[in-house]
């Protein structure tokens, strides 16, 4: 199913505010996951007070939607009624809206104390690595000057001012990107770094992707020579591998 850039995040946009809306609420996150492909067909009986049609049934249009026009492909809207019945079948899941983002904070932060380019886990200090990481989960930088209190050693007057500095920055930061202005910022970038990575792809083709060098692989195997490159290619693979199998 090969849906537009702009038709994708509509339908992503429409999921997210069915759930955040309905936060709690296991039979309106039903409801409304259900009513979001009804709403992109234009189909507007069950939308509520939310839904623009309701105040201006005449001058409507679709924001996001290509030339404001509801989706209309009676091909497509089986599929993605599939795709939303899933999600409202496990509306009890989803409703809580729960969040991975706290687990994967910590484990970036695990990450800068235990690198997984270096073996630590079988040395002394890999327990001390991870406890740094849960003390500054929990506290703070400022852990460091507490852990030298404890074991009778001066913390330092630099070192208490510096974490002290660190610790209020995280905090300025942590409250900024809690605000709406910073996520539509977020947004703007992610837009603009698709934009540029789409260019780049149009420029010189794909260069880090799955499978990127087989990418034309297709139209040679209908070429003679095409297909006399394959068998070739084919004979090098298993000359390599059994020479690497006597090593």
Same mark, same amino acid.
């Given at each position: 199913m090969n849906l537009p850039e702009c038709v994708r995040k509509y339908l992503v946009k429409g999921f997210v505010y069915a759930v955040s809306s309905n936060k709690g609420d296991q039979d309106g996150t039903r409801t409304a996951l259900r009513n979001v492909v009804k709403h992109a067909y234009g189909e507007h009986a069950s939308c509520g007070d939310w839904c623009g049609y309701s105040r201006n049934p005449e001058d409507y249009v679709h924001k996001g939607l290509p030339k404001g026009a509801p989706l209309s492909s009676v091909e497509l809207r089986p599929e993605l009624e599939g795709i939303f019945e899933r999600f409202a079948s496990q509306a009890e899941k989803i409703c809580p809206c729960a969040s991975s983002q706290s687990n994967e904070s910590f484990n970036n932060l695990a990450a800068s104390? &235990?690198?997984?380019? /270096? &073996?630590? !886990? $079988?040395?002394?200090?890999? =327990?001390? +690595? *991870? %406890?740094? %990481?849960?003390? #500054?989960? =929990? *506290?703070g930088t400022k852990y460091i000057v507490d852990v030298n209190q404890t074991c009778g050693l001066?913390? !330092?007057?630099?070192? $208490?001012?510096? $974490?002290?500095?660190?610790?209020?920055? +995280? @905090? /300025? +930061?942590?409250? @900024? #990107?809690?605000?709406?202005a910073y996520k539509l910022r977020r947004n703007i970038w992610k837009q603009r770094k698709s934009r #540029? !990575? %789409?260019? @780049?792809?149009r420029r010189e083709g794909f260069t880090y992707q799955s499978e990127c060098g087989l990418q034309g692989i297709a139209d040679l195997l209908d070429d003679p020579l095409g297909k006399e490159i394959q068998f070739k290619a084919k004979q090098l693979t298993l000359i390599f591998y059994y020479h690497l199998s006597k090593q």
């Open positions: 104390k &235990h690198p997984k380019a /270096k &073996h630590y !886990g $079988r040395s002394e200090s890999f =327990n001390y +690595r *991870i %406890a740094a %990481a849960v003390s #500054q989960k =929990n *506290i001066s913390p !330092g007057q630099i070192t $208490r001012k510096m $974490r002290k500095m660190k610790d209020k920055y +995280r @905090a /300025k +930061r942590c409250e @900024a #990107q809690k605000t709406k #540029q !990575g %789409a260019a @780049a792809e």
